[in-house]
């Protein structure tokens, strides 16, 4: 061998290590993602500063979601090269912040990629048929594109609060409220509050607000946790810096997981139909009856709580054991376990061609987290039966009649109505009537249900919660 033939020999070494070695990893062929509304007002002012913005989504929290939109499209190039309506399935709840944290997200994702004006006269045929147009509205446009800037409209979904199952979660269930307030004042919570929470609840009691227990303090916790990212004054003038503000930011979190994360709020009962439904958007596209391979569910944070809870990442106990090791100076025993603050979200990556070889991962806020009860290397994967085998664990097996039962839905009873066996006339109007029965009794059972919701419920409806 001459020394000639050496750089050839190492070029060629380092061609051949390069191939093996592979992508470290590939592009994933779909993905669902859940995330959390951005910052907004709180849902009870208690510095009264909010004036009637409580529960609406700020300028930080549009900002915090076109960054997450743009850290996206970012980390999938292959996915949203484009946009393609076809490929593309987006849903929110039926609430101002999740959808217009939606919109902002997408902006971040498809921003300048919208359509343009095609032919000569394509500036004349846009003008709507509108008297009197004044045509210098339009001096600004051109032909290559249709809005300012290329902004790309998209179809958000939005299911009703009386229907939605899927995002509104833990919310959907009338006794959730009910179990929440049994788990916020158990001997638990009690005992939590009473150790851990005192300092920061004389402070409060000391500025005139009603911090008596737990469940009094978790509000004003939302509101400090509210001001803080719109830069005004933390309740009881805590300086929002200190030891004071994170524990009443923590009595704020640790109490909501608490109360709606434990006892009969369980996550195998909450979990249900989102879990199921994560499963049919990533099935249907793997077997070829959907081609969208990008699902954008647009929630709460009570939406995230039922799906970390069920995967194991954020519980009530580590955020308690993480609080107390945070205040010892010590290390975090478990440092994934992070609760679901403003624009937080999980993805389910999708790896594979068909269901025979397809693998899902699982990230929160883009750090990879061990999925189906797994551990140790490749504990961030599982093939789409272990997923599956997984959701039917961590939901007990749970069917949808079992959840209707156990959240006291109850369907409308039909009336018994007696036919004629010599009248096919009869029996028509005998099956409209029964039908229109049946419409007015579920009608006047959910305007019931609700109204009852609205007056047992003194601190304001959970549906719009969070």
């Known amino acids: 061998m001459t020394s000639s033939n050496l750089p050839l020999l190492f070029a060629i070494f380092c061609l051949l290590s390069f191939i093996s070695a592979g992508p470290v ?86 921003g300048g990629s ?51 199952r899927v995002l509104r979660s833990l919310n959907a269930c009338p006794l959730a409220d009910e179990w929440a307030k049994e788990n916020g004042l158990d001997e638990e919570a009690t005992n939590v509050f009473n ?20 469940q009094k303090l978790n509000w004003i916790g939302d509101t400090a946790v509210a001001n803080k990212f719109q830069n005004l004054p933390i309740p009881g003038d805590v300086d929002p810096n200190s030891q004071d503000y994170l ?30 439904n994560i499963q049919d958007y990533i099935l ?27 995967f194991g990442v954020t519980t009530k106990d580590c955020l308690l054991a993480n609080y107390k090791a945070h205040k010892a100076g010590e290390a975090l025993p478990n440092p994934n376990c992070i609760y679901p603050t403003f624009a937080s979200n999980v993805v389910f990556e999708v790896y594979g061609q068909s269901t025979a070889d397809a693998y899902v991962k699982f990230y929160y806020n883009n750090v990879a987290q061990p999925i189906c009860g797994k551990t140790g290397d490749d504990s961030n994967k599982c093939t789409l039966k272990e997923f599956a085998d997984y959701i039917k664990k961590v939901t007990k097996g749970y069917t949808y009649e079992y959840y209707e039962s156990t959240c006291g839905i109850k369907a409308a009873e039909m009336p018994v109505i007696t036919v004629s066996t010599y009248s096919g006339i009869n029996l028509g109007l005998g099956l409209a009537c029964a039908v229109l029965a049946a419409i007015l009794i579920l009608t006047c059972n959910i305007s019931r249900k609700q109204d009852s919701l609205l007056e047992r419920d003194s601190e304001k409806t959970r549906s719009l919660l969070y």
């Open 195 to 214: 150790t851990e929470l005192a300092h920061i609840a004389e402070i409060m009691t000391t500025a005139g607000l009603d911090a008596a227990n737990i």
């Open 114 to 164: 919208g359509l343009g004006l095609t032919g000569a006269e394509a500036d004349i045929l846009s003008v709507p048929p509108y008297i009197d147009y004044d045509p210098s509205i339009a001096k600004d446009l051109t032909n290559d594109a249709a809005l300012p800037n290329k902004f790309q409209v998209l179809p958000l979904h939005i299911d009703s609060v009386n229907s939605d």
């Open 284 to 310: 249907s596209y793997l077997n070829g009856t959907s081609s969208a391979n990008f699902v954008l569910l647009s929630g709460h944070d009570s939406t995230l709580l039922p799906l970390l809870v069920a």
């Open 25 to 110: 990893d590939p592009q994933p062929k779909m993905i669902v993602e859940v995330f959390r509304h951005g910052a907004r007002g709180p849902i009870f002012d208690f510095t009264n500063v909010w004036n009637k913005k409580l529960g609406e989504l700020t300028g930080v929290g549009m900002r915090m979601h076109y960054l997450l939109g743009a850290a996206l499209k970012d980390r999938y190039p292959t996915l949203f090269d484009k946009y393609d309506p076809a490929k593309i399935i987006l849903r929110s709840t039926d609430v101002n912040r999740t959808i217009m944290s939606a919109y902002s997200q997408l902006y971040g994702i498809y």
């Open 247 to 276: 524990d009443v930011r923590f009595a704020f979190e640790w109490h909501f997981f608490k109360a709606f994360g434990s006892g009969k709020n369980e996550a195998a009962l909450h979990s249900l139909y989102l879990l199921n």
